[in-house]
């Protein structure tokens, strides 16, 4: 089936570091989100991509679409402590129902006050 | 608003038995789905029901699993007899058009 490469698998930064975290799939994708899952919770929604090419932002967070609509990548600047958590990317590629999404294997970021 | 819930939100069992999940969607969303993630592994789409319809199922892993939505309103993922590899966290959520999901906690489920 169809898999994400999600990397990297964790990191362990300073508060006020930048971060960068990237997917990657074999297949193209013509949706990309990203979502945040702090412990003991389920993973909210931070940012959705619907254009290959696309930049957007949301506060500290930046997501982009790759133009091959194969990739994407988070950033989130000046890292705080409540950062910490596991970061998915998810697709969701032509034909596939709304909804059935594929996930990567998760980022996990710890921050260091 | 209440968000999804899920209950129960740990559940230890013993291979063999049976175990009953739930989940409660948001009110007014017709589309609930449900997802299991496997420790250290993705999280995985099991189904995705329409009110009270199946509309995809592709990813359940077995018949060992039976998920129902009678009435359209909350849903039930049973497994019997459970495995050990069906341990992980089992997510529901739930969308009122089908683009933006809302997760519940999840359901930590470990068979001994």
């Known amino acids: 089936g169809q898999q994400l490469n999600q990397s990297p698998q964790s990191m362990f930064i300073q508060e006020g570091e930048d971060v960068s975290m990237n997917c990657t799939s074999s297949?193209?994708?013509?949706?990309w989100l990203w979502y945040k899952q702090d412990p003991g919770e389920g993973p909210v929604l931070l940012i959705a991509?619907?254009?290959?090419?696309e930049l957007t932002s949301n506060g500290r967070l930046t997501a982009q679409f790759g133009i091959t609509r194969k990739d994407s990548f988070l950033n989130i600047s000046a890292s705080i402590p409540s950062d910490v958590g596991i970061y998915f990317c998810?697709?969701?590629?032509?034909?596939?129902?709304?909804?059935?999404?594929?996930f990567g294997k998760g980022t996990k970021l710890s921050v260091k006050p | 608003e209440a968000g999804v819930t899920q209950f129960p939100s740990h559940s230890v069992i013993e291979k063999g038995q049976t175990v009953t999940l739930r989940c409660d969607p948001i009110?007014?969303?017709?589309?609930l789905y449900w997802y299991r993630r496997v420790m250290g592994k993705e999280i995985k789409f099991l189904l995705h029901?329409?009110?009270?319809?199946?509309?995809?199922e592709s990813g359940m892993p077995n018949n060992r699993f039976l998920a129902e939505r009678t009435g359209g309103t909350y849903s039930t993922l049973k497994v019997q007899p459970a495995e050990l590899e069906d341990s992980g966290v089992y997510f529901c959520?739930?969308?009122?058009?089908?683009?933006?999901?809302?997760f519940g906690s999840g359901t930590q489920l470990s068979v001994l």
């Open positions: 991509l619907y254009k290959a090419g």
């Open positions: 009110s007014g969303h017709d589309n």
């Open positions: 998810a697709g969701r590629n032509y034909g596939g129902s709304q909804g059935n999404l594929i």
């Open positions: 959520a739930s969308s009122p058009k089908g683009e933006k999901l809302f």
């Open positions: 297949s193209i994708f013509n949706t």
């Open positions: 029901f329409v009110k009270e319809s199946k509309q995809d």
